[in-house]
């Protein structure tokens, strides 16, 4: 209860990884290819399907490591 | 219209039950007191994880949404996939910056990006500036909405010959919409989101297993296409970027994506959520929506491969390509199913509007009438206010759909996205740093919104044989380099806007100019639920109110 609030802060190198989903996605050198296609899909579509989960994998990640130590 | 009987009775059916969820959801989750702008307009600030996902995920992913970007991908091919890079890069830049607004937000009780602006800068001017762009960037945000449902009307024959036989069905849905988020606010489309999104991830499931099964599966879908663009005479379609259109498509998935989450409703709903955690959690979870996108995108294809040819549209010889994902339903699926998806589209137009139609009267009750207009309005009368402006509002919706040539609200969406992009840095950079002077900020906003305009101006449509408007992507060539490639305007204006704002806040510094206060703390933008500071503040107005 009396403890001495100590100074916030929501800085974390953690937060750097999010730079990743955010700027992959928009290499179009990356993905503008047919082949090799998966299941019908041309690269183009698959790849960036992918992104998805790229996101979801990166901000879960960042979430729990800067979760910890702020109650 | 007897082709489509039941149809037209699955989707009435379920359109009503909504509706009625729609009031009901007044006394969901027991509001203390609805006569405040904190229950009405924001849910009472308390909604959790489910509520939020399904809450802004049935607010970013509209109506428009489902019958125009199929619509795009039928016409023009992997340029219109941009929709997917866009969500998947909307959630991390929102976990870095809209966090900060929620928390900022939270602990100072502002409704609107317009509040914050206002108290960070100390600039009532520059809240206009913001408030209003908002507001009419919104307007065509929510008649989009409505070219959604009319979409779906039209493939089922629901239409009459006159002006307003043809849009009375609309005009119903939007007085009934209007009447329940009038009594309900922002719990209204909160409730209904549950079941718009369970119909509409059943049937895109649906839509994307069996539709390729019975058109020979995705190898033939995506060769249609193909065959399809090489066919056409446009230079630039096709199932795979060519040299001219990869800048635009990475700067609009980009200044989408940074538009996207500037707008007042999508401020809305992350706003009404609980806590930070919350936010974090969804910003993890909401990227299942993104599929959904990507596959609801590809209906396109699969409607080139069908051989679906889309309706005529308002003027003759034209077409109107909005109807392509309604008839491809209509033409593969047995009727009743048909009526279930077209009941998900419309009911998908419902939530967004609702919240749509909140924020800007959110934004005009407080960032206009109690700024200007009343100083003194009370809680009571401050919701109020925002109900009567809802209203107006949808009004204004549907008089645009209704006396408008509808392509004449896609332009304005247009434009609506390369205006409230202007906002970026006064409420983006504001949540980082006060550097910028709020003088620069207003100068940095009239330097984009003169430049995005004249941009648009320049663009003409050939498909339509429009000399402007039309379209998004402008030539790099008109700015002198030497090159065939385009750019989204939204970017180039944003840029200029921020460069603007530098400039100007170097000149004004010079000049000694007045920076007014910061009404903010660091450790605002931090505040979580439960700060004690707010809890302090609370009691302190419950003390207020029981000595009066």
């Keep these: 209860m009396a403890e001495p609030e100590r100074p916030r802060t929501d800085r974390s190198p953690w937060n750097w990884l999010l730079l990743v989903p955010i700027v992959v996605p928009l290499l179009t050198f990356l993905y503008n290819h047919d082949e090799p296609r998966i299941a019908g899909f041309p690269l183009f579509y698959w790849l960036q399907l992918s992104f998805i989960l790229l996101g979801v994998g990166t901000t879960t990640l960042v979430y729990q490591m800067t979760k910890r130590g702020r109650s | ?548």
């Excluded at chain 2, 809209?98 to 960070?120: E, K, M, N, Q």
């Excluded at chain 2, 009038?182 to 999104?197: M, N, T």
């Excluded at chain 2, 660091?522 to 609370?538: C, F, N, Q, T, V």
């Design chain 2, 1 to 548: 219209m007897s082709d489509h009987i039941t149809e037209i009775v699955i989707f009435t059916a379920l359109f009503l039950l909504v509706s009625g969820m729609g009031f009901v959801a007044s006394r969901w989750r027991a509001p203390q007191d609805m006569a405040h702008l904190d229950e009405w307009g924001l849910g009472g600030r308390s909604f959790g994880g489910w509520i939020t996902w399904f809450l802004v995920g049935g607010d970013l992913y509209t109506a428009y949404t489902f019958v125009a970007v199929p619509a795009l991908m039928f016409g023009a091919g992997a340029a219109g996939f941009f929709a997917v890079p866009y969500t998947v890069i909307i959630y991390p830049l929102f976990f870095l910056i809209l966090i900060r607004l929620w928390s900022v937000s939270h602990r100072h009780g502002f409704v609107t990006p317009a509040d914050f602006v206002r108290t960070r800068f100390g600039s009532p001017t520059l809240a206009l500036v913001v408030a209003i762009t908002g507001i009419v960037a919104t307007m065509p945000y929510i008649a989009l909405q409505l070219i959604g449902i009319e979409a779906v009307l039209k493939t089922m024959g629901v239409t009459g010959e006159s002006a307003l036989a043809r849009h009375l069905p609309i005009i119903i849905a939007f007085a009934i919409l209007a009447a329940y988020t009038y009594q309900s606010g922002l719990r209204a489309p909160a409730l209904i989101a549950f079941v718009k999104d369970t119909m509409i991830y059943i049937v895109i499931l649906v839509a994307v297993l069996w539709l390729p099964y019975k058109l020979g599966g995705w190898n033939a879908i995506f060769d249609a296409a193909d065959a399809k663009f090489q066919a056409s005479p446009a230079p630039n379609d096709g199932i795979l970027l060519n040299a001219n259109n990869q800048v635009q498509y990475f700067t609009l998935a980009l200044g989408s994506a940074l538009a996207l989450f500037l707008y007042p409703h999508s401020i809305t709903g992350v706003l009404a959520s609980r806590n930070r955690g919350v936010i974090k959690r969804n910003m993890s979870a909401l990227p299942a929506y993104s599929l959904l996108l990507g596959l609801i995108a590809l209906l396109g294809y699969m409607a080139i491969a069908a051989g679906v040819k889309p309706l005529p549209g308002a003027k003759p010889g034209s077409v109107d390509s909005n109807t392509v994902v309604p008839i491809l339903f209509d033409q593969q699926f047995p009727a009743w199913f048909t009526g279930v998806a077209f009941a998900a589209i419309g009911i998908g137009a419902l939530v967004p509007a609702a919240i749509m139609s909140i924020a800007a009267a959110n934004l005009f009750t407080r960032n206009i009438y109690k700024e200007y207009l009343r100083k003194d309005a009370t809680h009571a009368q401050e919701a109020s206010v925002a109900k009567i402006t809802s209203l107006v509002v949808k009004i204004g919706a549907v008089a645009c759909i209704v006396f408008l040539d509808p392509q004449f609200s896609i332009d304005l969406q247009l434009i609506g996205g390369v205006i409230i992009l202007q906002t970026a840095p006064a409420v983006v950079l504001g949540l980082y740093t006060r550097w910028l002077h709020r003088g620069a900020l207003v100068a940095g906003w009239a330097a984009g919104m003169g430049l995005g305009f004249w941009m648009l101006w320049q663009i003409p449509n050939v498909a339509t044989g429009r000399k402007h408007f039309g379209g998004s992507a402008f030539p790099l060539s008109e700015f002198g380099f030497d090159s065939t490639k385009t750019i989204y305007v939204g970017f180039v204006a944003v840029l200029v806007n921020a460069l603007v704002a530098v400039l100007v806040t170097l000149a004004l510094r010079a000049a000694k100019v007045a920076e007014g206060v910061d009404g903010t703390q660091p450790d605002d933008y931090l505040a979580d639920e439960g700060d004690p500071r707010i809890e302090r503040e609370r009691a302190g107005t419950v003390d207020n109110i029981s000595s009066t």
